[in-house]
């Protein structure tokens, strides 16, 4: 019996070293797999880091956020912002909506970068005026109307667009979720109840004239102010992006679009809505007008051979 009992305690450690090295592997497994997942994911966040800066100090004004990383063809256009008013929808609710006064906007100039790899079309909206404009701005805008506003909006294929082509409210149709871009009303210097919703200090009790006092602003040993204290400032004119707002109506009779919900900045605000999509140009009529007299010689030349 003693041999056997031998025998069987051996076989159990046997067991269960086998068991520990079985278990510490797996932990080993796992570990390296879980720093395999850390590398990837920093080095994936240092690439995106490095090219959010190169961004950041591009020239271009971008219509879309660069963590969206678009791989198709965006649409978009300027507006200016009419008003709000409320529309009525064929199962009877009630939305408020923004009336835009979109486009039409003309294309400005193709611009492309080829050292970071950016393209980017200008277009210009609200006419106006030459004698309004600066002589280099007149120079700039040869050959096409003279607008008031002009920005620029990324694009994935140049090729497409032409100098002088025109973007109306037919790229947007009902239903389409668009990112809205403005500046936001200016408020002036406001106090920290309005700007920071400080509920104030109390009315009574010998608290005199402490109503809307900021109150402490934090130690006095550090003989300064720590950075981010909210204060009373400046208030308001800031740029502000609203997205996934619906497009509710499309009037391309008189240029105007319904968009479902209020929109930042005051009356004949300058807006910049974009969508994913396709964009669809017109031609410009007078490059058109332009080229006709010379299809003309060219077919009277072949008739003539």
């Known amino acids: 019996m003693g041999d056997v009992d031998k025998a069987r305690n051996e076989n159990v450690i046997s067991d269960g070293k086998s068991t520990f090295l079985s278990i510490i592997s797996q932990k080993i497994i796992s570990l390296s797999f879980l720093v395999f997942i850390y590398q990837k994911s920093s080095s994936y966040l240092n690439s995106t880091y490095k090219k959010l800066r190169k961004y950041k100090n591009s020239n271009f004004v971008l219509s879309q956020e660069f963590c969206k990383v678009c791989n198709h063809y965006m649409k978009f256009i300027l507006g200016k912002k009419i008003g709000m008013t409320q529309v009525f929808l064929q199962n009877g609710l009630v939305v408020p909506v923004t009336k835009v006064q979109a486009g039409p906007c003309q294309i400005v100039a193709v611009n492309e970068d080829v050292k970071n790899g950016v393209k980017a079309v200008q277009i210009g909206f609200d006419e106006t005026k ?20 002009l920005r620029n909006f990324k694009i994935e294929n140049s090729a497409s667009v032409k100098r002088g082509d025109t973007i109306t409210v037919d790229t947007f149709i009902v239903g389409d979720k668009v990112q809205v871009v403005g500046e936001s009303k200016g408020k002036g210097f406001a106090g920290v109840v309005k700007r920071h919703h400080f509920r104030g200090g109390p009315a009574s009790h010998g608290h005199k004239d402490n109503l809307r006092m900021p109150g402490s602003i934090g130690a006095g040993g550090v003989q300064r102010v720590f950075k981010g204290m909210r204060m009373g400032g400046r208030m308001g004119g800031d740029r502000i992006t609203i997205k996934n707002l619906e497009i509710v109506e499309v009037h391309p009779e008189n ?4 968009i479902k919900g209020a929109v930042p900045g005051g009356r004949n605000a300058l807006l910049l809505i974009s969508a994913e999509g396709e964009l669809k140009l017109a031609e410009n009529a007078m490059v058109a007008a332009v080229a006709a007299p010379e299809e003309q010689v060219a077919a009277v030349e072949q008739i003539n051979q």
């Open 255 to 258: 240029g105007e679009i319904y």
């Open 130 to 149: 030459e004698s309004r404009l600066a002589k280099p701005q007149v120079g700039h805008l040869k050959d096409l109307d003279k607008v008031r506003n």
